[in-house]
């Protein structure tokens, strides 16, 4: 099992930037992919960004693409989402997950979430 722990939430105004960290720790040899996603209050989940251990593939959904990029730190067991020109729309509850697949994602391990506000 692997543990996770996000970090980075915060307020920021509309245009601002939050960098959030996702720290890994435990069995990390048993994921092979890290994603992250949010959640806005009756909304539901859905997927950001995603970015394998091996070979840094990243996949973006496709209206934060551009906005947000999703990197890591493997000496740290980390990932980050930088996220810049935040909207409003962008405030929802951050959660990061680790999964293993190849063509569909087993999301086994999540994260206790941090919280992004952006007001206008």
């Known amino acids: 099992q692997v543990q996770l722990v996000e970090s980075g939430g915060g307020s920021v105004q509309a245009g601002g930037s939050l960098r959030l960290s996702c720290a890994a720790s435990?069995?990390?040899?048993?994921?092979?992919?890290i994603g992250w996603f949010r959640q806005a209050p009756g909304k539901e989940r859905e997927g950001v960004a995603q970015?394998?251990?091996?070979?840094?593939?990243?996949d973006y959904v496709a209206r934060m693409k551009g906005r947000f990029t999703i990197s890591q730190d493997n000496a740290k067991d980390t990932v980050y989402l930088q996220m810049n020109g935040l909207k409003p729309e962008d405030t929802a509850m951050y959660y990061c997950?680790?999964?293993?697949?190849?063509?569909?994602?087993?999301?086994?391990?999540w994260g206790q979430g941090t919280q992004v506000t952006v007001s206008s």
């Open positions: 997950a680790a999964g293993a697949g190849v063509s569909v994602v087993d999301w086994n391990s």
């Open positions: 435990g069995n990390t040899a048993s994921y092979n992919w």
């Open positions: 970015i394998s251990r091996v070979g840094r593939r990243t």
